[in-house]
């Protein structure tokens, strides 16, 4: 919210006050309302907490609000005139109506959570029955990223939120009900069938239910769909939300032939359909604090609304801007057409948290316009609060309303101020607008996102300073192609091709924020560390006014931030003695997976294997500031040792990908292809007895001596017994035996050639130090160091006890990534030295 918002939000709060103390035609901002900010807390924290609370306890609290708000409200009736000019009748009648507020927050939560809980559906949910349903799509369809368990990926599922409305069991009768569910379907070759579902379609199905994953959530029960052809539907969507399916698909047909990015984000910036949208962007978006530019919020909304009746501070004025004004539109005019778009927009772009609150604010906004009273927006905004929780107690708990909420409030309360204080210090009056709306949004939401993703980002303000200019072009030009799309495709194609420039310099702005070494900082997770973070940051802007006056300290302050972001390696090194100056060898700590980096000069390394997600070995590359990748080894197909590859790729310049002959799992063979086909790197398959050399660093593959189809024992290899192994002398003269995944019988295959006999500084321990090695190999390459890549707590105990006492009896010293972190190997021989960073 921080940066799609920052624009309107700070031109909002200067229409209505003065915030320079210039300009002719502004009046001076006087004291801010607040008379209704206390019910509107009162009634969200009454909500959220009422949700998951038994009836009778919500029945006994409510009362308990109720009579005392009773009698406090009569108290102040009976008032007399000498006290209520005294102002005590203000204050026992506000403290009647807050009660009744925490009383009707309490109520209606406790209403809503009785509902999800009523009927058979989550008892049956608790024995995971099986079950035939006819349920009502609530949703558009989202598809869950693949997940890598152990040496396989999982597949996408696709999420639909639905309303069961008739449950049946193998033994029980049918019954009519009304329960919020989940849908998990895995759609096989009907993937797109299901992709293309509306809201309120009707469908007939079967599947298996489990309880949510957590209580107190708005589902009844999680429902596995068995169904593994296309959607059995019995009864069509209803015509608004047809209507609004035509819209949204005319959109994307738009945006076909964009480019890659723009063709993924303008459908996400409009109407939220992230359907597009790769993992690898989406990182980039979550690392840089854009992501909700990836999710419709009200900024959509407050950019089309301020088309139509200019800054909300000058909607009532005889000089109004806007178009409405333009084409002679009146004021009741403006604010039924207003209403209408407003809840067109709903419709369209779902009625997602942000877009509710919005939505509220701004027709309460035309509600004052049609009736030509005057408004302020701080009651707007928490009258918009009162309204959508009572009607919607789940938005109580809802991290999506919370961040809209405190984003708008900062707009609205903070950045007016900040932008005075940054005029004062000369600061000119647009940079300094929305460079105090960027900040102050950032600096509220920013305690709530650590509790999400215990991190903080380092350049969310930057990049959402630079992607805001682009936001409303973008946006304007994204709705004007919707709205042509089904009449003038060729007009829609035309807009959404000059749309894309605005848009591919966010998708710019979001890869290079996040390709910076230092873009997230860990950061405690939990409401502990979001409290930690709070504090700071009220301690800063406490201190910032006497920090100000200043300038070497503000200055000093500012380089600290730009190495904090930039990373150094040479700055790096001196602070946390990572990575050492002569590293020859590194295996990264990536998990559950391999991911090993070879040196070859400067900025430069031979990669073996990619681990099994993509942040972990780009992190681990980034430390070691390499980006020249002469060759990719890619040591058999197994996901923990691929599914990282993207991360590999990313900003880097790659030679070449290099894999085993097996074409098994062909699932993640696949995943290899589109990757690098997409990178436009080229894929070579590796041959025993080849020798590369790549800098100071040269191999040969040991293994496997067949592919798949040759004759002789390689012949029906398994994925594992397919690793390409290397034997490595790196920089220095360090010799290494990298054995991928090798099962016993292939290594005593391997023993056989004479290659793989003889002694090795470093082994690389084959499959994450699992108890299945073969003895003979050990002994005969009496490695120095063994090194073992396993995750935490892992559910397979790798690595074994067994194996890593044979390597400890047979001289080797042990370090596993687990328990010491990335290891990195420099020196060989006698001045072979080991350094992890746990």
Not at 88 to 99: D, E, I, K, S
Not at 195 to 221: I, V
Not at 252 to 278: C, F, I, K, N
Not at 766 to 783: E, I, K
Request: proline share 7%.
């Amino acid at each position: 919210m921080s940066g799609r918002e920052a624009r309107l939000g700070s031109s909002a709060a200067g229409a209505d006050g003065d915030t320079t103390g210039s300009g002719a035609g502004r009046r001076r901002e006087g004291p801010s309302d607040l008379r209704l900010v206390p019910p509107a807390l009162v009634v969200w924290a009454a909500a959220a907490a009422a949700l998951g609370l038994p009836g009778r306890w919500v029945a006994a609290v409510s009362v308990a609000c109720v009579v005392p708000a009773f009698v406090l409200l009569v108290a102040a009736a009976r008032t007399s005139r000498e006290a209520r000019a005294a102002g005590r009748f203000r204050a026992v009648a506000a403290g009647g109506a807050v009660l009744l507020c925490a009383a009707a927050g309490t109520a209606v939560a406790g209403l809503h959570g009785a509902d999800v809980r009523r009927g058979p559906v989550p008892g049956l949910a608790r024995e995971h029955a099986r079950i035939d349903a006819e349920v009502r799509v609530t949703s558009d369809p989202r598809t869950t990223r693949p997940t890598v368990r152990g040496n396989h990926s999982a597949p996408a599922l696709l999420l639909l939120d639905a309303e069961v409305m008739e449950v049946r069991t193998a033994d029980g009768p049918s019954t009519r009900v009304r329960t919020p569910v989940l849908l998990m379907v895995a759609a096989g070759d009907h993937r797109a069938d299901w992709q293309k579902l509306l809201p309120s379609t009707r469908l007939r199905l079967g599947g298996r239910l489990s309880a949510p994953a957590h209580g107190g959530e708005r589902l009844a029960a999680v429902l596995r769909v068995d169904d593994k052809g296309a959607p059995r539907i019995t009864g069509p969507p209803t015509w608004i939300q047809r209507t609004a399916g035509a819209l949204r698909a005319g959109l994307r047909e738009a945006t076909d032939e964009l480019d890659a990015d723009a063709r993924a984000l303008l459908p996400g910036l409009v109407v939220g359909d992230t359907s597009r949208v790769p993992a690898e962007l989406h990182d980039a978006f979550k690392a840089t604090d854009l992501t909700h530019l990836l999710s419709v919020s009200g900024a959509n909304l407050s950019i089309l609304l301020f088309l139509l009746i200019g800054p909300p501070g000058v909607a009532l004025n005889a000089e109004r801007r806007g178009l409405a004004p333009l084409l002679g539109i009146s004021l009741r005019g403006t604010a039924l057409i207003g209403g209408a778009l407003t809840l067109a927009f709903i419709v369209v772009c779902r009625p997602e948290p942000s877009v509710l609150r919005a939505a509220a604010c701004g027709l309460i906004t035309l509600l004052a316009i049609g009736t030509g009273r005057r408004r302020s927006l701080i009651p707007a905004l928490a009258a918009a609060v009162v309204l959508l929780v009572l009607y919607d107690p789940w938005l109580a708990r809802s991290y999506g309303f919370l961040l809209s909420v405190l984003a708008t409030g900062a707009l609205l309360t903070l950045a007016p101020r900040w932008s005075v204080a940054l005029r004062a210090r000369r600061v000119p009056g647009r940079l300094a607008e929305v460079l105090a709306a960027a900040a102050a949004a950032q600096a509220v939401c920013a305690p709530v996102v650590v509790v999400l993703a215990s991190r903080v980002s380092l350049v969310a303000v930057p990049c959402n300073l630079l992607a805001e200019f682009a936001v409303a072009p973008a946006t304007v030009l994204g709705f004007a192609a919707l709205a042509v799309a089904p009449v003038a495709p060729p007009v829609a194609e035309l807009l959404a091709r000059i749309a894309s420039w605005p848009v591919e310099w966010i998708a710019t702005v979001a890869r290079t924020g996040a390709g910076l070494p230092g873009a997230e900082a860990q950061w405690p997770g939990g409401w502990s560390g979001a409290a930690l973070l709070a504090g700071l940051t009220v301690l800063a802007v406490l201190l910032a006014p006497k920090l100000a006056r200043r300038p070497w300290i503000c200055a000093a302050t500012g380089v600290l931030l730009v190495l904090a972001v930039l990373r150094p390696v040479p700055l790096t090194r001196i602070v946390t003695g990572w990575p050492p100056p002569d590293w020859a060898f590194v295996l990264c700590d990536v998990g559950q997976g391999d991911a090993m980096v070879l040196s070859a000069g400067e900025g430069t390394g031979v990669v073996v294997d990619a681990g099994p997600e993509p942040r972990a070995v780009d992190r681990c590359l980034r430390d070691l500031a390499v980006t020249r990748v002469p060759l990719v080894v890619l040591t058999h197909f197994h996901a923990d040792h691929v599914r990282g590859l993207p991360g590999v790729l990313r900003g880097r310049a790659v030679g070449a990908i290099q894999t085993t002959s097996l074409q098994e799992p062909p699932g993640q063979a696949a995943f290899v292809r589109r990757t690098a086909a997409a990178a436009r790197v080229p894929t070579l398959r590796a041959v025993a007895g080849e020798h590369r050399r790549a800098g100071p660093v040269d191999w040969r593959v040991l293994w496997p001596r067949h592919g798949p189809g040759g004759a002789g024992p390689a012949a029906a290899l398994e994925p594992n017994d397919a690793s390409v192994t290397l034997r490595v002398r790196a920089a220095g003269g360090l010799t290494l035996l990298l054995l991928g995944d090798l099962e016993p019988l292939a290594q005593r295959e391997l023993l056989r050639g004479r290659e793989a006999s003889g002694p090795v500084d470093v082994l690389k321990v084959a499959h994450h130090g699992s108890a299945f090695q073969d003895a003979g190999l050990l002994h005969s390459v009496r490695p120095r160091l063994a090194l073992i890549s396993c995750g935490a707590d892992n559910p397979y105990g790798h690595p074994s006890a067994r194996t890593v006492g044979a390597l400890r009896a047979a001289g080797a010293r042990v370090l596993r990534t687990d328990t010491d972190g990335p290891i990195a190997v420099t020196g060989a021989g006698k001045e072979l030295r080991a350094v992890g960073r746990s």
